[in-house]
């Protein structure tokens, strides 16, 4: 380990990918309420989501879906683009603004150390 906070050859998360775990940890501990059906539904688009890149745009992009994502699960209430399973394509680009507007303000996530959430 390089000064203790790297294993070597791994990088740190960048910001964007600590805003994506803390996202996908809320998701997980909310999603237990959801009916079976939309439970997979969950269970794929995270698994859309959680594909590796290193594309800072696409990051920021799979991070919108994501914040949308928790605010549906957190509401109990799956609609677009979550009520069908996730596209086998790319998938397509999000308005931030329209997003934004559109989640909650009530949903913070969790501000505990990133190692606490990997774990």
């Known amino acids: 380990m390089k000064g203790g906070?790297?294993?070597q050859g791994v990088e740190p998360p960048s910001k964007v990918d600590e805003e994506f775990i803390r996202i996908m940890y809320e998701i997980e501990q909310s999603?237990?309420?959801l009916n079976?059906?939309?439970k997979i539904r969950v269970e794929q688009?995270?698994?859309?989501?959680?594909?590796?890149?290193?594309?800072?745009t696409?990051?920021?992009n799979r991070n919108?879906?994501?914040?949308?994502?928790?605010?549906?699960?957190?509401?109990?209430?799956?609609?677009e683009p979550f009520s069908k399973m996730p596209?086998?394509?790319?998938?397509?680009?999000?308005?931030?603004?329209?997003?934004?507007?559109?989640i909650s303000k009530n949903v913070n996530l969790?501000?505990?150390p990133i190692e606490n959430l990997i774990r």
């Open 5 to 7: 906070s790297t294993i």
């Open 31 to 33: 999603y237990n309420d």
């Open 36 to 38: 079976k059906h939309e």
């Open 45 to 56: 688009w995270t698994k859309k989501l959680c594909q590796i890149t290193t594309n800072v």
């Open 58 to 60: 696409w990051k920021q």
């Open 64 to 79: 919108l879906y994501a914040r949308l994502l928790l605010d549906q699960v957190i509401k109990k209430r799956l609609e």
């Open 87 to 102: 596209p086998e394509s790319s998938l397509p680009t999000l308005n931030k603004t329209q997003v934004m507007n559109r």
């Open 110 to 112: 969790r501000n505990d």
